[in-house]
Nanobody
Framework: QVQLVESGGGLVQAGGSLRLSCAAS????????MGWYRQAPGKQRELVAT???????NYADSVKGRFTISRDNAKKTAYLQMNSLKPEDTAVYYC?????????????WGQGTQVTVSS
């Protein structure tokens, strides 16, 4: 059984920073692609950033230059450093990972952590 546990969410003023963490456990390769997604009230879940086991990253245009995804393969943990936060970044942030290092789609999801940015 695979489990993803996010932490680090909270309330921050616009322009502030937060760092999210996602710890994976269970029967999962340490080099699976991991990603962060978010869902704002009344909106569909959207991609924020992904990172492969080799460190190749991909970002949504809306967060490029402000957010940085990283990972520690030995700890099966992914991070999302969020700087220059805006009210429109307010959402529940979900961590996800693939089933194998060769998969493209996410198979496992965390429970989500709330990020609220006040203006």
């Amino acid at each position: 059984q695979v489990q993803l546990v996010e932490s680090g969410g909270g309330l921050v003023q616009a322009g502030g920073s937060l760092r999210l963490s996602c710890a994976a456990s269970g029967n999962i390769f340490s080099i699976n692609t991991m990603g962060w997604y978010r869902q704002a009230p009344g909106k569909q879940r959207e991609l924020v950033a992904t990172i492969t086991g080799g460190g190749i990253t991909n970002y949504a245009d809306s967060v490029k230059g402000r957010f940085t995804i990283s990972r520690d393969n030995a700890k099966k943990t992914a991070y999302l450093q969020m700087n220059s936060l805006k009210p429109e970044d307010t959402a529940v942030y979900y961590c996800a990972t693939t089933k194998t290092p060769f998969d493209m789609s996410m198979a496992y999801w965390g429970q989500g952590t709330q990020v609220t940015v006040s203006s």
